[in-house]
C-alpha cells in the first residue's frame, strides 16, 4: 500500500484566531500519528491572512516533541529567502533532537512581491536557486572535500542521521534541480494538475542522480482531498473550499476560512462560477471509496512512492474526518 501523508496549512476558520489554528493543527498532527500516516508537513505562506503558519520550523518543532512516530516536515522551506547554513543548523537542531523523523521540504517561494522585497531587503547579492540547495546538501553531509567557497565549514550541531531533503515543484526547473542534487521530488499537482505533470515527474526519474542524501529517485504527488460520508456532504464542503480559494486569489481576502454555511448563503456569481470551475479541476471530491480510487489512478499514472494529501476544508472536526476516512479506506493501521 503507497505510504499517505499530510500537508497542513493552519487554516485560520471563521470565528477562530491563529492561536487557535495553530493548536488545530497539534490536534491534526496528533490524530494522523494515532491514524498511521508517515509524514505531516506545514506550509510557510506570507500575507495569506486566513493562514496562521509563517515558520514552518519553529511549528515543526513544537509537532516533533507533540508527535511520537510521524515524519515531521516543511512544505516548504522558501529558500531564497533565507541562508542555507542557517537553515541547515534549524533543522540539523530539529534532528539532533527527533532523529529520523525531520523532513526538509524546500520550494522557490511563488509569494507576493513585497514579502519577497521585505524577506530579501538589504541583500546586495544573492545566490542562484540550484546553487543554495547544493550549499544546503553539503552542511547536511558535512562535506569538507569538495572544491566550495566556504570548504572547511560544516553546520551545528554535528550528528550521524540526516534530514530526508525534497524539492517542491509543478514545473520543469524544481524537477530539474531535485534531480541534479539527487534529492527527492513532490510534484504539486494540486497546482497544476495538467497533463504535463507526467513528464515532469518522468524528467526528474531519468536525470536523477545518485547522492549522499538519497540514491535511488523518489517522487510524492500533493493532492488536496475533500471527502465526506457521502456525496452530498463532501459538496458542501468542497462549496467552502471554492469560496476560500476565490478569496485567496482575488484583492479582497477576508482573515478566515468561510464555513460551510457562509459558502452556501454566499453563492458565486456567474463570473465567479468560472473560477470555481477552473479550481475544481485541482480538487479530488467525493466519499471515501471514491477518493481513494482516484487517489490510486493518480499513484499509478505517476509512478508515486508516496502520496500527500492536502485536506484543507473548514472546521477542525472536519479537518480530522477527512483523514479519518482515508486511513480507514487505505487501512493504513494494517
Do not use: C
Request: no cysteine; charged share 25%; aromatic share 8%.
Amino acid at each position: 500500500m503507497i505510504p499517505l501523508n499530510i500537508l497542513d496549512y493552519s487554516p485560520i476558520d471563521e470565528g477562530g484566531d491563529a492561536h487557535q489554528a495553530l493548536w488545530e493543527t497539534t490536534e491534526l498532527a496528533r490524530h494522523a500519528d494515532s491514524l498511521g500516516y508517515k509524514r505531516f508537513w506545514v506550509s510557510e505562506h506570507h500575507m495569506v491572512d486566513s493562514v496562521a503558519n509563517s515558520s514552518p520550523e519553529m511549528l515543526m518543532m513544537h509537532l516533533a516533541s507533540s508527535t511520537s512516530n510521524l515524519r515531521i516536515g516543511s512544505g516548504g522551506v522558501m529558500l531564497p529567502h533565507y541562508s542555507s547554513y542557517k537553515v541547515a543548523e534549524n533543522f540539523r537542531m530539529m534532528e539532533a533532537l527527533h532523529p529520523n523523523r525531520i523532513d526538509i521540504g524546500i520550494g522557490r517561494s511563488p509569494s507576493y512581491r513585497i514579502v519577497n522585497q521585505a524577506l530579501s531587503e538589504d541583500k546586495a547579492k544573492r545566490q542562484s536557486y540550484e546553487q543554495q540547495v547544493a550549499d544546503l546538501k553539503k552542511y547536511f553531509t558535512d562535506n569538507t572535500t569538495e572544491e566550495h567557497r566556504f570548504q572547511s565549514l560544516t553546520a551545528a550541531p554535528r550528528i550521524s542521521t540526516t534530514p530526508e531533503m525534497w524539492m517542491l515543484g509543478s514545473g520543469e526547473r524544481g524537477a530539474r534541480v531535485a534531480a541534479a542534487q539527487g534529492t527527492g521530488y513532490v510534484f504539486a499537482h494540486f497546482a497544476k494538475p495538467g497533463m504535463r505533470g507526467g513528464s515532469i515527474v518522468e524528467y526528474y526519474r531519468r536525470h536523477f542522480q545518485p547522492s549522499a542524501v538519497l540514491q535511488r529517485p523518489k517522487t510524492m504527488i500533493a493532492l488536496f482531498v475533500v471527502v465526506a460520508e457521502t456525496e452530498e456532504e463532501a459538496e458542501e464542503l468542497a462549496k467552502a473550499f471554492d469560496l476560500w480559494l476565490y478569496f485567496v486569489e482575488s484583492e479582497n481576502q477576508p482573515p478566515y476560512y468561510p464555513s460551510v454555511e457562509t459558502a452556501r448563503k454566499r453563492g458565486f456569481t456567474a463570473s465567479e462560477e468560472e473560477r470555481v470551475r477552473q479550481n475544481r479541476k485541482r480538487m479530488i471530491i467525493g466519499t471515501p471509496k471514491k477518493v481513494k480510487s482516484e487517489i490510486e489512478k493518480i499513484s499509478e499514472t505517476f509512478e508515486a512512492d508516496e502520496i500527500m494529501i492536502v485536506p484543507h476544508v473548514s472546521g477542525i472536526e472536519n479537518r480530522k474526518r477527512v483523514i479519518e476516512l482515508l486511513a480507514k479506506e487505505f487501512d493504513l493501521k494494517k
